[in-house]
C-alpha cells in the first residue's frame, strides 16, 4: 500500500513536470522565433530609413544657416534701433 502511494506521487509529479517544462518550451519558441523577426524586421526597416530621412550634412547645413540667418537679424536690429 505504501509503496503504491509512492509511485502514484511520481507519476503525478512526472506529469506535472512534463506539463511546466513543455510551457516553457513553447515559451522558449516563442521567443526565439520573435528575436529573428525582429533581426529580420530591423533588415527591412533600416534601408527604409535611410532613404527617408535626410543626411547628416543637411541637418547641420540647416540649424548652421538658421543660426547665421538669426545672427544677422540681431545686428539687423541693433543698429536701426
Given at each position: 500500500?505504501?509503496?503504491?502511494?509512492?509511485r502514484?506521487?511520481r507519476?503525478?509529479?512526472?506529469?506535472v513536470?512534463?506539463?511546466?517544462?513543455?510551457?516553457i518550451?513553447?515559451?522558449?519558441?516563442?521567443a526565439?522565433?520573435g528575436?529573428?523577426g525582429l533581426?529580420?524586421?530591423?533588415?527591412?526597416?533600416?534601408p527604409?530609413?535611410?532613404f527617408?530621412l535626410p543626411s547628416?550634412?543637411e541637418?547641420v547645413r540647416?540649424?548652421?544657416s538658421?543660426?547665421?540667418f538669426w545672427?544677422?537679424t540681431?545686428?539687423?536690429?541693433?543698429?536701426?534701433?
Amino acid at each position: 500500500m505504501w509503496r503504491d502511494r509512492v509511485r502514484r506521487r511520481r507519476l503525478s509529479r512526472l506529469r506535472v513536470g512534463s506539463l511546466t517544462s513543455r510551457k516553457i518550451l513553447t515559451i522558449v519558441k516563442i521567443a526565439f522565433i520573435g528575436v529573428i523577426g525582429l533581426f529580420f524586421a530591423a533588415f527591412l526597416l533600416l534601408p527604409v530609413f535611410a532613404f527617408n530621412l535626410p543626411s547628416p550634412d543637411e541637418v547641420v547645413r540647416r540649424e548652421d544657416s538658421q543660426l547665421r540667418f538669426w545672427i544677422e537679424t540681431e545686428k539687423f536690429s541693433t543698429t536701426f534701433s
